[in-house]
């Protein structure tokens, strides 16, 4: 297949993948370098197309129902509004179907075009740890696992040897740092079971965090990494994962817990997934010109905005956290949720002292937003970021953002994280002006007598009077008890 222009690409992938979606792989392919990962990356995004497709195709046949059903109603003078309101919804969820088909159409263009500069200078489409791998759907195939391994969670790994496997495996994100079972234990007073896997040489092959809470409001379940979006099982092996996984549903289960979590980047089909969540990835360029030239000139506008109301920012660490938790625990009592203790932040700024920093925006040295990042590897991410609301018409969050993502390029990172997103809500939508790709994060359950997955999350209705309760209390009271609330919320 000749490289087709992108304006042609999005048809020709269409009709490709109804007709010989095998034989498009094999041709696209071929505009790809020859590397294993990138065909891989090629599948991902190919079945990625299908399935977005496959949404369009239902919600246009949705669409199609309702507007037949209009005209007869306006002939025969019925309130039709319901029907109008629900054929314009599905439009605009067509038309949110159709950018991220085209986003899609659109790397795979970049990647083809990129293919052609030399190896040394073509650069990664995504961060490390998101890589695309093949993962084991069939769990009968750990027979297939070498005789004389053991996984245990009983068995004290030393610290050292822990990390120096974390830091040897290609995959691994901070969030399988030894040091959080600490960090947690101190701020959270939970337990995390570290999981290993060791083959018949007792040579470690293996981890996996598992944090056991015990909720008053919640129950008792496990997490494989609470309050992050990474940090499942870890090893080179997709099979060893699996023995880890299954060891931890077991372990979860002797504990009493309702339901066991892992988060993942990739799916495995053998075990209940959630989707709810994506993470939003921007590929960096290697200076803040070309940053500046991509970002496109709405977004140019709105910093260049922000920056005639006289902002300055500030990186720092534990200098800034002060007024980092200023900020943060006003925007969380505005959201309705519980906020960490200040601790955890000092923790974690002292135990990463090399890649954890806090950026704050102030106007006449007033803090007006906030965010703390950590970096790994390739990667800079933004955990937690906050802005006062009322200060909002300044563009103090525009203007961080802008500024944090100088700064990342700056450290020489190849990747920014925003974070994870609800697809469509608005936290979506500002990071997607910012060019940030959507990556799908899946979240694997165990559930106890196989019952159905629990919706313990903020967009869950039965959690909107407490919400809105907590919104109403004064800043200074959600500090003092938001802490011990925060420690059960995953």
Request: aromatic share 8%.
């Amino acid at each position: 297949m000749q490289k087709p222009k992108d304006s042609d690409l999005k048809s020709a992938i269409i009709k490709g993948l109804k007709k010989a979606p095998d034989t498009l792989l094999a041709e696209l392919g071929n505009n790809l370098q020859d590397d294993g990962k990138n065909k891989q990356w090629l599948k991902a995004q190919l079945d990625d197309i299908t399935g977005l497709l496959e949404a369009e195709a239902s919600k246009q046949a949705e669409r199609k129902i309702l507007s037949r059903k209009i005209g007869p109603a306006k002939k025969n003078n019925e309130d039709c509004s319901a029907l109008i309101t629900g054929a314009s919804q599905l439009s605009s969820q067509i038309d949110e179907l159709n950018e991220r088909i085209k986003d899609r159409v659109l790397e795979i263009q970049s990647a083809m075009e990129n293919a052609s500069e030399s190896a040394n200078s073509r650069a990664p489409t995504l961060p490390q740890h998101l890589t695309p791998r093949t993962l084991s759907n069939d769990s009968q195939n750990l027979q297939s696992l070498p005789t004389g391994y053991t996984v245990s969670h009983e068995t004290p790994t030393d610290l050292s040897e822990w990390q120096a496997f974390v830091e040897n495996t290609a995959h691994a994100t901070v969030y399988h740092d030894g040091r959080w079972k600490e960090i947690v234990k101190n701020n959270f007073r939970h337990d995390i079971h570290q999981i290993t896997y060791r083959d018949a040489n007792g040579q470690l092959a293996g981890i996996l965090p598992l944090c056991h809470l015990k909720s008053q409001i919640f129950g008792s379940f496990s997490i494989s990494m609470p309050y992050f979006n990474y940090g499942g099982p870890l090893a080179e092996n997709p099979l060893i994962e699996e023995a880890l996984m299954s060891h931890a549903a077991k372990l979860s289960d002797d504990l009493g817990c309702t339901h066991m979590e892992i988060r993942e980047t990739e799916g495995r089909s053998e075990w209940k997934s959630v989707q709810r969540k994506v993470s939003m990835i921007l590929p960096l360029p290697s200076n803040d010109e070309a940053l500046d030239t991509k970002l496109g000139s709405k977004v140019r506008a709105q910093v260049n905005k922000a920056k005639l109301n006289d902002l300055q920012v500030k990186f720092g660490s534990l200098d800034l956290l002060d007024h980092f938790y200023s900020v943060f625990s006003q925007n969380m009592r505005d959201l309705g949720t519980p906020v960490y203790g200040k601790k955890i932040f000092e923790d974690i700024l002292k135990c990463f002292p090399e890649s954890a920093f806090i950026a704050i925006v102030y106007k006449n040295e007033k803090p007006l937003a906030a965010g703390f990042l950590l970096g790994y590897r390739d990667k800079l991410e933004i955990p937690w970021a906050s802005s006062i609301r009322s200060q909002n018409h300044l563009g103090a969050n525009m203007f961080m953002y802008r500024s944090i993502l100088t700064e990342a390029i700056a450290r020489k990172y190849q990747f920014f994280d925003f974070g994870r997103s609800t697809i469509g809500a608005s936290t979506y939508k500002f990071k997607k002006q910012w060019g940030a790709k959507e990556h799908p994060l899946h979240w694997h359950y165990w559930t106890q007598n196989n019952q159905d997955v629990p919706e313990i999350n903020p967009d869950n209705p039965k959690y909107k009077l407490v919400i809105k309760a907590w919104q109403m209390l004064p800043v200074f009271v959600t500090r003092i008890i938001g802490p011990k609330l925060a420690r059960d919320l995953p």
